[in-house]
Every structure is written in structure tokens, then in C-alpha cells.
């Protein structure tokens, strides 16, 4: 009878953290709109989660628009449909490749980043100091954070997908000799502003709000001790992942799909 | 409120404070009265408690049963606002210093001002200089708090903590880690603070030599109650067993050498029998 025991331990810990995401995630909302008049508060997060995480979006985007053209074309061409990479590149991009892909490169190198600066923050007594001189380290330290990257990650995702254009470009163009107009006209075509773009903006929305929560939730929980932080730095990196791909499907079910 | 104007002379009372973990209780039955303008030192073994202690005082926990006052004030039934306006008249400086990694030293001594106050730039970087300079960091302001040693971190911490001039510093293991100059410094430093400021210091520490010279008063935990009280030569010459074992560092009393355990002969030979 003891897995019973354990099933309704396991299934009431479960829910309790999920109340536990639900409240901080009600006082983190209201942070935010304290963290907003102080928006330099935000300016300064923007530069370590956003702009520092520019290098690796932009050479990741620029591969994989590489690799996109290289494969597109090699595929394409053999049913001689070569004059439509431009299309193909860009709507893998604008849809799939660019949102998902910069979500988990946000969350692997922005959201690690903020679980383990603010578990750091929690084991070196930062926030219990905060807490002691009468401030609420929430308006002050997490939602700048969040906020942060909630909003620097539609905009990675911009660059990531833009780079990603230019990547497909220099190889099916310059590479392997597409006609230029062809490959950007085939995109001009093809790709619905509303469709295509618009719902990639709203997926990289989405992911920055699922991926950036999670980061600052799982450092505000940590254990407050050197293990502990590293756990909840790699309980980021993969409940991140996993929920971008998970959502990933549910977002393009509902834009996509005719349900 | 009403019971702002009794007891003057005490600006803390415990009043059979209880608590504990789950099972475990950490406090049981603990009086405690903090003097106005004294330094009470609160001492006992590693893992009794100490510092949970500071923590009801600044109003953190809350006790399972008993009474935490503060200038009259029940601490424990504050709601959140009412609690920070109370900490506001609290300084704390943290065992780890706990200073603002990402704000320089004079930054982190401004941010209590920053906070609390709507003083001018230009007043506030003149009363940031004041507290420097009482812990002799004047020239040390644009230091990031990586760059302090030890010793440097914790007067940064305790100007910090004199920032809002407080009632009450809660000194939380200040001679922890630090070098006998720092240490000296240290001490110095509570000393003089507590005389020229009026401030009321409560300073938790299992060092009793150092513990000792800066006391008017001690109170010594132990088990969960307070093993002894009373002014430094009282708790040095305490024919009391558990005090006199704490005092004098003594390495067995009734605080065992051995943890618990079944009779050696048993455990050794207990396979072959």
C-alpha cells in the first residue's frame, strides 16, 4: 500500500508547487509594474540577458540558415524546384527554427545565467539583507529580470531569424548559384505577414514569458546553498527546454492546425 | 501601543518564546530582555539557535508560541507593511556580510538611504561618506565588494547598517573568518558605535573571549533555553556546570565529547560475539 502513500505525497507536492509558481507569479506581476518606473532597473538586465546573449545568437542563426540553404537547395533541386529555397528558408525560420531555436539558446545561456545569479543572491543572504532594511527584493531584483527577458528574447529571435535569412542566402546564392531575385522574391511571395510572421512573434513572446519565469522561479526557490544552486540551474536549462518544445507543438496546433 | 511606556530600560522582551522544525524544537521556554543602549551578547554551542533568535527580532519568524516585543510592539503580529516601517529602526549585518554584489561600496551604504528616504543626491553622498568614515572605508568607495578582503567587507556591512541611524544593529557572527587585526577592528568598531551613536547592539557570537570584552551583558543558550545570564565577570566566574564548561571552552562536560552511542565494547566486538 505504499505507493499509494507516495503516489498522493508526490501528487500533493506537485500541486503545492504549482500554487507556489501560481502566487509568485501574481506578486511578480505586480513587481513589474514597480520594476517599470524604474526602468533602469530593466536597462541593466537588458544588457546581460539580452545583449550578451547576442554572440551566440547570431552565429547559431547564421548556421542554421546555412545549413537550411545547403539541405534546401540539395533537396529541391532534384525536383528541380531550386527557385523556391527562399521560401523554404524563411518560413522554417519565421515559424520554427527561430522561435525554438533562440528559446533554448536563451535558456541555456540567459536563463541559467539569471537562475544562478539570484541563487546566489538567496545563499549569500542578499535578498534576506534586502528583506531586513525594509525592501522587497521583488520589485528590485526579480522582475527587472524578468521583465528583461521577456523582452529581449522576441527581439533575439528577430536577429536570430534575420541572420538566419542572410545565412541561407550566402549558400544558396552566393554558394551554389541561385539567382538572387529569384531566392528573395520566392520569399516576398510566399511569406504571409500575419501567418507567418506575426505568429513566430507571438511564439517567441510566449517562449520569453515560459522560459524567463522559470529561471527566476527556480533561483528564487533554490536551496540557498552551492549544490543547491546548481541543481536549480539545471532544473532551468531543462524544464525551460522542455516546456519551449512542448508549447512549441500546442502554439502551432492552434495557428496552424484546423482545429 | 499601550505598552509603548512600560519597561523603558528594555528595548527587546522574549516572552517563553517556543519554536521549532517539525519534530524538532529549537526554543522552548526562552525569556530574554534586551537593555536600551547596552551590548547584550548572545553566545552558545554552533547549531543552538543563536542566530534564529535575530530572526525574531527582525520579525523573519514568527514564534510558535510566546512574545517577541520591540520598543512595545508585538513583532510577530505585523502584517508586512507595519514590519518593514519596524525595520527600518533595525540594522543588521549578516555572518556572510551580504552586501549588493553588483553596486559598488558606496551604493550598497546608499541603499537603504535610497530606499527609505527622499534625500537629495548631494546629502545622501555626504552621509554615505560619514559612515565610511566611521569605519575608516572613506577611500575605499568605489571598491566593488569583490574587490574588499574580509575584514573590509564587514565594516562596509556594518556602515551599511548604522545607513538609516537605527535603534537597534544585530551583530550576526562579526568575528567570524577575520584576521586578529580585523578582529580587533571589529570589535573596536561595535564598541564604539553602540557609545557614540545610543544605539542598542545585539551581537550573536560563539567567541567568548571576544564576546566577552565588549559585553555589559550575556545570555548563554544551550538546549533550547537559556543556560545562563549575566554580566561578563558573572558568566567567567559561573559555578554552573554548563556555563562554566561554555566559558572556558572546555572540551567535555555536560555538553558530551562523544555523541550518542551504544557502550564501545558493543560496538566493537558486537560481530564477533
Known amino acids: ?259 | 501601543m499601550s505598552e509603548t511606556n512600560q519597561n523603558q530600560a528594555h528595548l527587546i522582551q522574549v516572552d517563553k518564546l517556543v519554536f521549532g522544525y517539525g519534530e524538532r524544537l529549537i526554543f522552548n521556554n526562552i525569556d530574554m530582555v534586551i537593555p536600551r543602549g547596552k551590548i547584550s551578547v548572545i553566545m552558545g554551542p554552533s547549531g543552538c539557535g543563536k542566530s534564529t533568535m535575530l530572526k525574531f527580532f527582525g520579525g523573519s519568524l514568527r514564534p510558535q508560541a510566546g512574545k517577541v516585543r520591540f520598543d512595545g510592539i508585538s513583532v510577530p503580529d505585523l502584517k508586512r507593511e507595519q514590519l518593514f516601517q519596524l525595520r527600518k529602526r533595525m540594522g543588521m549585518m549578516f555572518q556572510s556580510n551580504a552586501l549588493l554584489t553588483d553596486i559598488s561600496v558606496f551604493e550598497n551604504v546608499a541603499f537603504p538611504l535610497r530606499e527609505h528616504t527622499d534625500m537629495s543626491d548631494s546629502l545622501i553622498h555626504q552621509l554615505v561618506l560619514i559612515k565610511l568614515e566611521m569605519v575608516g572605508l572613506r577611500g575605499a568607495r568605489d571598491l566593488m565588494p569583490a574587490e574588499l578582503s574580509g575584514g573590509m567587507a564587514r565594516r562596509v556591512a556594518l556602515a551599511r547598517a548604522i545607513a538609516l541611524d537605527p535603534d537597534l544593529v544585530m551583530y550576526d557572527e562579526p568575528f567570524t573568518g577575520l584576521d586578529p587585526i580585523s578582529m580587533g577592528v571589529a570589535i573596536k568598531l561595535i564598541k564604539k558605535l553602540n557609545d557614540a551613536l545610543g544605539i542598542t547592539s545585539v551581537v550573536v557570537t560563539h567567541d567568548v573571549k571576544e564576546g566577552a570584552s565588549i559585553a555589559d551583558y550575556i545570555y548563554l543558550l544551550g538546549d533550547g533555553t537559556v543556560v545562563g545570564h549575566g554580566a561578563p565577570e558573572q558568566m567567567l566566574s559561573s559555578s554552573n556546570d554548563q556555563v562554566h564548561q561554555f566559558m572556558n571552552g572546555l572540551p567535555d562536560g555536560p555538553v558530551a565529547f562523544h555523541y550518542p552511542a551504544r557502550a564501545i565494547r558493543d560496538d566493537l566486538l558486537g560481530d564477533q560475539q
Open chain 1, 1 to 259: 500500500m505504499n505507493w499509494i502513500a507516495d503516489l498522493g505525497a508526490k501528487t500533493l507536492q506537485y500541486v503545492a508547487g504549482l500554487g507556489r509558481a501560481g502566487r509568485f507569479f501574481a506578486a511578480l506581476t505586480g513587481a513589474c509594474l514597480i520594476a517599470l518606473s524604474r526602468f533602469s532597473l530593466v536597462v541593466k538586465q537588458l544588457y546581460s540577458v539580452g545583449v550578451l546573449t547576442l554572440l551566440i545568437i547570431l552565429v547559431s542563426g547564421l548556421f542554421v540558415g546555412m545549413v537550411l540553404g545547403l539541405q534546401g537547395y540539395y533537396t529541391l533541386v532534384s525536383f528541380g524546384a531550386e527557385s523556391s529555397l527562399g521560401l523554404v528558408v524563411a518560413l522554417s525560420l519565421t515559424r520554427e527554427l527561430g522561435p525554438v531555436l533562440s528559446a533554448l539558446l536563451f535558456a541555456g545561456r540567459a536563463g541559467s545565467a539569471l537562475t544562478a545569479e539570484i541563487g546566489l543572491m538567496k545563499a549569500t543572504q542578499q535578498l534576506d539583507a534586502m528583506e531586513m532594511m525594509a525592501t522587497d527584493p521583488l520589485p528590485i531584483v526579480i522582475a527587472p529580470r524578468f521583465l528583461a527577458g521577456f523582452i529581449a528574447l522576441p527581439l533575439l529571435t528577430a536577429i536570430f531569424t534575420s541572420i538566419g535569412v542572410i545565412g541561407g542566402y550566402l549558400i544558396g546564392v552566393q554558394q551554389l548559384g541561385l539567382d538572387s531575385g529569384v531566392y528573395w522574391a520566392a520569399m516576398q511571395e510566399g511569406v504571409d505577414f500575419y501567418d507567418d510572421i506575426i505568429n513566430g512573434v507571438i511564439k517567441s513572446l510566449v517562449f520569453g514569458l515560459v522560459v524567463t519565469f522559470i529561471a527566476v522561479y527556480q533561483g528564487y526557490f533554490a536551496t540557498p546553498t552551492s549544490e543547491g544552486v546548481s541543481r536549480a540551474t539545471t532544473r532551468t536549462v531543462v524544464n525551460a527546454s522542455l516546456s519551449v518544445l512542448g508549447l512549441d507543438y500546442v502554439l502551432t496546433a492552434l495557428m496552424f492546425g484546423e482545429i
